[in-house]
């Protein structure tokens, strides 16, 4: 699977970004797609995840009610909608694909290269 992320930039405060991360070479319908962050000097946190068999979603405490997972199934894309931007969501993105539920980074084998987001104050 090859994952390529993108949507990322800066926003100010209370701002808005959508992250998208398009899949390509293998269809996703038994698989887990997942949103991970690593702010400089820290370790990759999960963000949010979708399954892609029924829809089911998962977030983290910390984006709960403010980001949103979804997909286009015929895109094979995943999208993040982040609304109400904190100056502590700045981190790198990164979108990842794995075989099971789970919200540790290590388990999931395939991952996009990251896009960067910057929330100003």
């Known amino acids: 699977v090859q994952l390529q992320a993108s949507g990322g930039g800066l926003v100010q405060v209370g701002g808005s970004l959508r992250l998208s991360c398009a899949a390509s070479?293998?269809?996703?319908?038994?698989?887990?797609m997942a949103w991970f962050r690593q702010a400089p000097g820290k370790g990759r946190d999960f963000v949010a995840l979708?399954?892609?068999?029924?829809?089911?979603?998962l977030y983290d405490d910390s984006v709960k009610g403010r980001f949103t997972i979804s997909r286009d199934n015929a895109k094979n894309t995943v999208y993040l909608q982040m609304n109400s931007l904190k100056p502590e969501d700045t981190a790198i993105y990164y979108c990842?694909?794995?075989?099971?539920?789970?919200?540790?980074?290590?388990?999931?084998?395939?991952w996009g290269q990251g896009t960067l987001v910057t929330v100003s104050s």
């Open positions: 990842a694909v794995g075989y099971y539920l789970n919200m540790i980074a290590t388990n999931y084998p395939y």
């Open positions: 979708l399954r892609w068999s029924d829809g089911y979603t």
């Open positions: 070479g293998r269809t996703l319908s038994n698989y887990v």
